[in-house]
Each structure stands twice: as structure tokens, then as C-alpha cells.
């Protein structure tokens, strides 16, 4: 039984910063990919970053490349998201998922295990 649980989120004014954390627990399989989604109501949920579990390879979605970051701590158990200069419209709730693999991590396609969520939300 995979687990996810994200924290982090909250209220900030534009300009800001967030650093959000995803805890993974529970996995058994050697090689998995861990992204991080975002979805604001009325808007299709989007890939923001992603990384494998061997570290090392990340990707950000280009939008959003010299914002945000991605990273893992040093026992791969927790991943995070740097957002800097966050803007109104990163305002959403963003959600770790895991799938099991290990290459092509920025597909994000075929994510299947997923967290709560945590809330961001961006004033102006």
C-alpha cells in the first residue's frame, strides 16, 4: 500500500515563496517515478515536476523553469517543490503521485497512486 502525504501549501501574497513536501511510504518495487501535479478549479490538472528514484534527473515544466524546483532529500523518501515568485495563477491544489518505472518520469501521463493534496493559494 503506496502513501503519499503532502504538506506545505498555504496562503501567500504574489511574489512569495512555498516549499511544499511529499512523504513516501509504503512502496516495495526498486525503480518508481514521484511528480508533482497542480489543478485549479476550472482547469485541466498539469504535470509540474518530476524526478526517479534514483535522484539525479529532474524535470520542471518549462513554464515554469527559474520559479520552481524539485528535489529529494538525501534517503529518497521525501520529495520537494521550491516555488519562488509565485504568481495569482499558481494558485491550486497541488498533489504528489507515484507510478512504478523509473525512466521517462516527465510522462505524466500514468501516474497511479496519488496524495491528499495541499492547498496553495496566491493573492495579488
Known amino acids: 500500500q503506496v502513501q503519499l502525504v503532502e504538506s506545505g501549501g498555504g496562503s501567500v501574497q504574489a511574489g512569495g515563496s512555498l516549499r511544499l513536501s511529499c512523504s513516501v511510504s509504503?512502496?516495495?518495487?526498486?525503480?518508481?517515478?514521484i511528480a508533482w501535479f497542480r489543478q485549479a478549479p476550472g482547469k485541466e490538472r498539469e504535470g509540474v515536476a518530476a524526478?526517479?528514484?534514483?535522484?539525479?534527473?529532474?524535470f520542471v515544466r518549462e513554464s515554469l523553469k527559474g520559479r520552481f524546483a524539485a528535489s529529494q532529500d538525501n534517503s529518497k523518501s521525501t520529495l520537494y517543490l521550491q516555488m519562488n515568485s509565485l504568481k495569482p495563477e499558481d494558485t491550486g491544489t497541488y498533489s504528489c503521485?507515484?507510478?512504478?518505472?523509473?525512466?521517462?518520469?516527465?510522462?505524466?501521463?500514468?501516474?497511479?497512486?496519488w496524495g491528499q493534496g495541499t492547498q496553495v493559494t496566491v493573492s495579488s
Open positions: 524526478t526517479d528514484s534514483h535522484g539525479g534527473r529532474t
Open positions: 509504503g512502496y516495495t518495487y526498486t525503480y518508481y517515478c
Open positions: 503521485a507515484l507510478r512504478p518505472g523509473g525512466i521517462n518520469c516527465d510522462n505524466f501521463g500514468y501516474y497511479n497512486s
